[in-house]
């Protein structure tokens, strides 16, 4: 099957781990298409697993402010619209990286030799040169919050420049992964307030071990044409033990949300009881993953991987019900 998916995909230039429905191919033209593959513009879910940590932060960060005519509790719109500009962005941006880095590796697995580098439909010059853009774009983004919003997003480029190589000499590239992925925990806070506090990194790390724990589901797609080209993992690591793996950094995950929360209230703020509600009703949703894991079926890990999308609205609405019900019932 996979065989059959590459040749399909490559005689369309699509990609074969990528649905062909997407807008890419009925909206753009041809000749954008390796631009668009390069930057995941065709699988949105990994902008939105990005975006996540932010908009919670985001939501999160107002309720420790009592409400008043001032400070709702309710997130900035505006900080939210950049978010998801400087998600898309940068999620394109480091996925073009990972490719120029990753090419060789590419091209030895079946999943993904049909990309634009490794099968040849788009030269490393002009990956790079997209891939600038595609930074420049974020950093007009960042330059929109405060100084020191904009130096901790800086400080981001570190994670972000040796998580492509982890793979090569740990078992733990999805931590480097978390490190990266989870870094808007602290800028949705940074952008609010101009400094950090210990709730944004309670916030951090549980979206740390919530990314490992997606992330390990999602390699499991690889694990046998890993396991031939040197490639290392936490579904490699883990192996028939993944269930209880995830069990643990799920609910790791969730124990230092829940934590944020709490240190996030005060005697006249802080999340309301739907944060909490929230909470719980995300605990369903990855105790349903958990349940509906296998690890042999590519297809199923794949599909709960992108679940994960589902996890991130219910956290985020939950919050902001929270802001809605302490401003219709203060007190």
């Not at 590459?6 to 807008?23: C, F, K, N, Y």
């Not at 949105?44 to 005519?69: D, R």
């Not at 690889?222 to 690591?237: I, N, P, Y």
Request: net charge positive.
């Amino acid at each position: 099957m996979a065989n059959l998916n590459q040749t399909i995909a490559g005689q369309s230039d699509r990609v074969a781990d990528a649905p062909s429905e997407s807008w890419v191919y009925r909206l753009l033209p041809r000749g954008i298409w390796p631009y668009a593959q390069l930057a995941r513009w065709d699988r949105p879910i990994g902008w939105q697993l990005l975006m996540w940590p932010c908009w919670w932060a985001a939501a999160l960060a107002p309720q420790a402010t009592a409400s008043s005519a001032v400070h709702t509790g309710l997130p900035s719109f505006w900080h939210l619209f950049l978010f998801l500009v400087g998600a898309i962005a940068m999620r394109g941006a480091g996925c073009t990286y990972n490719d120029l880095v990753d090419q060789r590796i590419d091209a030895a697995v079946a999943r993904t030799r049909s990309r634009p580098l490794p099968s040849g439909r788009i030269s490393r010059r002009d990956a790079k040169l997209f891939m600038v853009v595609q930074a420049l774009t974020g950093f007009l983004v960042l330059l929109q919050f405060n100084i020191f919003a904009i130096l901790l997003g800086i400080a981001s480029l570190g994670v972000v420049a040796i998580y492509p190589f982890l793979k090569r000499f740990t078992d733990w590239p999805q931590l480097g992964l978390g490190l990266a992925f989870s870094w808007g925990a602290l800028m949705g806070w940074a952008c609010y307030w101009g400094s950090l506090s210990l709730a944004s990194l309670c916030l951090y790390l549980g979206s740390i071990f919530w990314v490992i724990g997606y992330d390990t589901i999602y390699a499991h797609q690889d694990k046998e044409d890993d396991a031939l080209v040197g490639v290392r993992s936490t579904a490699r690591l883990f192996g028939e033990k993944t269930r209880q793996a995830i069990v643990m950094l799920y609910g790791t995950a969730l124990t230092l949300f829940l934590v944020a929360f709490l240190l996030t209230g005060t005697s006249t703020a802080g999340p309301s009881w739907p944060a909490y509600a929230g909470l719980l009703l995300g605990a369903m949703q990855m105790g349903w993953q958990i349940r509906s894991l296998d690890i042999d079926d590519p297809d199923q890990c794949l599909a709960l991987f992108k679940s994960n999308t589902a996890f991130g609205w219910i956290v985020f609405f939950g919050l902001v019900f929270s802001a809605l019900w302490t401003l219709s019932f203060p007190g």
